[in-house]
């Protein structure tokens, strides 16, 4: 990716304290235990198969009143080779963007919502054609608002409202013309990992 089809940062990473070296490895095990702890089965248990046709209905409904694409994606936990070289959450939302070809958009506005369950941690990966139509500040008021509801275990209400948000941004920056089709260029349904 070249420095102009960098994806829009969601929220700013938080500067990690240094470690003592003693300690890195042992924070390193009890984070890839608590990665391996989470499965799929933990992922379907957050947002069961009604949830999900749910919120592919969304976001189908969703890609009728604008041009961009919104993928929708839950992971339990990150795979073992971004745990054993310490990546963070935001690094895999950026790799799924590209993995699920947000970024292969038209008009370079397609969205990516990232839930990582085993950190709580919810990212906001948009296009470069979004992102810089859209003040960081809104994105942070997107993120607060997920965050809530899934402090509070309602993590598909959590997911819908960050699907509105997005889908008033799109609307508003890439609106449909009267009559026009927005070809569907990406998959509606969540991806599950």
């Given amino acids: 990716m070249t420095s102009e089809q960098e994806p829009m940062r969601s929220a700013p990473a ?45 976001v189908a409904a969703s890609e009728h009143r604008h041009s961009g694409e919104i993928r929708v994606s839950v992971e339990a936990g990150l795979p073992l080779s971004y745990l054993w070289r310490g990546a963070s959450a935001r690094e895999r939302a950026v790799a799924l963007f590209g993995k699920l070809r947000v970024w292969d958009t038209e008009q370079n506005n397609g969205v990516l ?20 139509l859209v003040p ?12 809530e509801a899934f402090r509070a275990g309602r993590f598909e209400a ?15 920056h890439f609106p449909l013309a009267e009559g026009a089709h927005n070809p569907n260029e990406l998959p509606d349904a969540p991806d599950m990992r």
């Avoid at 300690?23 to 379907?44: G, V």
């Avoid at 960081?136 to 965050?147: F, S």
Wanted: charged letters at 30%.
């Fill in 14 to 58: 938080p500067e990690a304290p240094p470690l003592a070296p003693a300690r890195r490895p042992r924070n390193r095990l009890a984070r890839i235990l608590r990665h391996r702890w989470h499965d799929e089965r933990d992922a379907a248990r957050a947002i069961d198969a009604a949830a999900l046709r749910r919120l592919e209905q969304q």
């Fill in 113 to 132: 919502i990232y839930l990582l369950l085993a950190e709580h941690a919810i990212e906001i990966v948009a296009d470069r054609g979004l992102a810089r």
């Fill in 136 to 147: 960081q500040a809104h994105w942070d008021q997107v993120l607060a608002g997920m965050r």
């Fill in 158 to 172: 959590g997911l819908e409202a960050a699907v509105r948000a997005v889908d008033e941004m799109l609307a508003a």
